[in-house]
């Protein structure tokens, strides 16, 4: 087994990551060097550096082993209050399991977040405990729970488990956890988001010299995913994919590749090849792909996802007009910066403005393998611009 440590005041503090210590006594002595921060409390600061910082294959996670979040607390978020759930569900669809110990709740007003932080159902996966002196005894019932080989045996056949739209309740690894497999048309931790619109979507990913081959991997893995999701979701999506450095390179356009499996050999096929940062040039070819002449369809929405780690560096002052024309033709713009704080503030503010003026348009990571965290949140946004967008 793996521990990794966050704690979280009015900002999250990494204590250590799962591939930082391997020996009890070690992570006891990080456990007590660990320094209290005094501070409101920002529970989606927190469960967003879990899902960033903690399973991150980067950083010791792996790929076969189950996640389990273990969160303490004795307050309701007070800060960034909204995004509290939405980063919770983030981590369930990423497949981990949400354990939450809940310290001192007095009346049923203040539990409602703490069941919907949880895994379902919320009464096999929140302990209430009046004071921290419990904290002992409600470790062991988390262990018990952790160590049950029955924990999944019948997670399904619960009233608690409610898969809607005809989605059928799947046991997962995780203990106690379970999926929703959707069927066409819906999608969502339990398939209640409605996504009926068929999309011609672009991929548009950076192959610059910033990136690197690894890095380029990791984008050409989340957009395989991204797409075989969609897929799953409706036969009717169609996909391009366009790669750029100082140039402008068609992987596939509209057109090609049909099929899945076809989708995802192309992609598989796709070489890096460092170069310049010419994004202008990738976003006009975005365009260009989207007129009909190349499979795009005019009854389709049309989507774009950008995902890049500088500012452009070549024909620079063309990229933000490159940007609107496509906006302006009713493609909502997805762009995705990679380790913005690194490039620096043009950088930053260029993705921003390349974005959809939709506030969760513009998804800023801090590493490359966080990626498949926002997968979920790519596909939803999506779904939503589906049922109101303008086409």
């Known amino acids: 087994?793996?521990?990794?440590?966050?704690?979280?005041?009015?900002?999250?503090?990494?204590?250590?990551?799962?591939?930082?210590?391997?020996?009890?006594?070690?992570?006891n002595n990080a456990i007590s060097a660990m320094q209290y921060r005094y501070g409101s409390t920002n529970t989606a600061a927190g469960l967003k550096m879990v899902r960033q910082e903690i399973f991150n294959i980067q950083n010791g996670d792996r790929s076969n082993v189950p996640n389990t979040l273990i969160m303490i607390t004795d307050g309701n978020s007070n800060v960034n209050s909204i995004d509290?759930?939405?980063?919770?569900?983030?981590?369930?669809?990423?497949?981990?399991?949400?354990?939450?110990?809940?310290?001192?709740?007095?009346?049923?007003?203040?539990?409602?977040?703490?069941?919907d932080i949880a895994s379902q159902p919320p009464d096999q996966n929140v302990f209430w405990v009046n004071s921290f002196s419990e904290l002992p005894e409600v470790g062991s019932a988390v262990f018990n729970k952790l160590s049950s080989p029955d924990m999944n045996k019948d997670i399904c056949d619960t009233?608690?488990?409610?898969?809607?739209?005809?989605?059928?309740?799947?046991?997962?690894?995780?203990?106690?956890?379970?999926?929703?497999?959707?069927?066409?048309?819906?999608?969502?931790?339990?398939?209640?988001?409605?996504?009926?619109?068929?999309?011609?979507?672009?991929?548009?990913?950076?192959?610059?010299?910033?990136?690197?081959?690894?890095?380029?991997?990791?984008?050409?893995?989340f957009s395989s995913s991204v797409i075989e999701k969609l897929y799953q979701i409706s036969r009717n999506n169609k996909f391009a994919m366009i790669t750029f450095n100082s140039e402008?390179?068609?992987?596939?356009?509209?057109?090609?590749?049909s099929d899945l499996?076809?989708?995802?050999?192309?992609i598989a096929g796709m070489r890096y090849k460092p170069g310049g940062t010419n994004t202008a040039l990738a976003l006009r070819t975005a365009y260009g792909l989207l007129q009909n002449d190349y499979g795009a369809r005019r009854s389709a929405q049309d989507v774009v996802i950008l995902v890049t780690d500088e500012a452009s560096n070549i024909d620079a002052q063309e990229t933000l007009p490159a940007a609107k024309e496509l906006k302006d033709a009713g493609t909502h713009v997805i762009a995705i910066g990679m380790d913005l704080d690194t490039a620096g503030r043009a950088a930053a503010q260029e993705v921003k403005d390349i974005a959809s003026s939709d506030d969760r348009a513009m998804i800023k990571l801090n590493s490359y393998s966080a990626l498949k965290g926002i997968e979920s949140d790519v596909i939803n946004q999506m779904c939503e611009f589906g049922r109101n967008g303008r086409k």
């Not at 499996?261 to 192309?266: P, R």
Request: hydrophobic share 40%; proline share 3%; with cysteine.
């Open 248 to 257: 402008a390179n068609v992987a596939f356009s509209f057109g090609r590749n």
């Open 261 to 266: 499996n076809g989708l995802k050999s192309a």
């Open 159 to 221: 009233n608690e488990i409610k898969c809607k739209h005809g989605g059928r309740c799947v046991a997962a690894a995780v203990t106690g956890s379970f999926r929703c497999e959707c069927i066409q048309g819906f999608t969502g931790e339990f398939c209640e988001i409605a996504c009926p619109s068929r999309f011609d979507v672009a991929f548009v990913i950076d192959s610059s010299v910033s990136v690197g081959p690894h890095n380029f991997g990791l984008i050409r893995n």
């Open 84 to 115: 509290t759930i939405p980063e919770a569900i983030r981590l369930r669809e990423a497949g981990v399991h949400i354990f939450v110990i809940a310290i001192n709740f007095a009346g049923d007003m203040y539990r409602q977040e703490m069941d």
């Open 1 to 27: 087994d793996r521990v990794g440590l966050v704690s979280y005041s009015s900002d999250p503090q990494l204590g250590f990551h799962l591939d930082s210590f391997f020996t009890k006594k070690d992570i």
